[in-house]
């Protein structure tokens, strides 16, 4: 069992940045890939990021050239940096990783984003 915890999240104004980032309690070194969602109230997850264990990238339409995904072995951490942030990138952004298929089987509990306009 894995535990997944994200920091970095909260308020900021429109064109600003912040980054996320998801502390591995065990070893992320085996790990497929490891991916970032996002959900808004009364919508489905969405599928942000995504990394694989050997580095290749991607992202959602909505967010490619401002998001950019990155995975640190060594110290078992992924992160989020976000950058243009717009009002519309406002959620609860989780972690996800484990196993071989997207979604991945571990969760963290979510850390809120929150753009002003």
């Known amino acids: 069992q894995v535990q997944l915890v994200e920091s970095g999240g909260g308020l900021v104004q429109a064109g600003g940045s912040l980054r996320l980032s998801c502390a591995a309690s065990?070893?992320?070194?085996?790990?497929?890939?490891m991916a970032w969602y996002r959900q808004v109230p009364g919508k489905q997850r969405e599928l942000v990021a995504h990394?694989?264990?050997?580095?290749?990238?991607n992202y959602a339409d909505s967010v490619k050239g401002r998001f950019t995904i990155s995975r640190d072995n060594a110290k078992n951490t992924v992160s989020l940096q976000m950058n243009s942030l717009k009002p519309e990138d406002t959620a609860v952004y989780y972690c996800?990783?484990?196993?071989?298929?997207?979604?991945?089987?571990?969760w963290g509990q979510g850390t809120q984003v929150s753009v002003s306009s």
């Open positions: 990394i694989t264990g050997g580095g290749t990238t």
């Open positions: 065990g070893s992320i070194r085996s790990f497929n890939g």
């Open positions: 996800n990783g484990g196993g071989r298929n997207l979604p991945y089987i571990y």
